[in-house]
C-alpha cells in the first residue's frame, strides 16, 4: 500500500546561491510511502498522510537549507523511523528558480538508505 501527499507547496529558505539565501521561495513537495500490507487503513496501527506531512513541516522549519537533496534526506529520514514505513519517494522541486521546474526525487528505504 502506498500513502502520499502529493503537491504541496511552502515557501523554503533553500538554495545556494546568494539570491536564494535572501528570501523564501516556492518549493512542491511530492512524497509517497510504502507501507506493509494493512498498515494504511484504519485502526490502531495505521500510517497516517499526517506522518508525512509532519515530517515535511519539520525539515523545512529549521532555517535555511542550501541543498534540496537535503531536505529529501532529513524527511525520509523522520519517517523512515516509523517502523511501518518500509519505502520513502521524496520529490523537491523549486518553482521561481527558471522557467521551467528544477527539482530532484529520491528513493529511500529501510535496509540502508538509497537503492
Known sequence: M??????LVLPVRIGVHD???????KVRFSVAVEVGPGRASAGSDYFSYEIIMDAIAEATSGGHVDLAETLAE???????HDSRAERVTVKVEKLEIAAGILGIELVFDREGGRP
Open 2 to 7: 502506498r500513502v502520499y501527499v502529493s503537491d
Open 19 to 25: 539570491r536564494e539565501r535572501n528570501a523564501s521561495q
Open 74 to 80: 532529513r524527511i525520509a529520514a523522520t519517517i523512515l
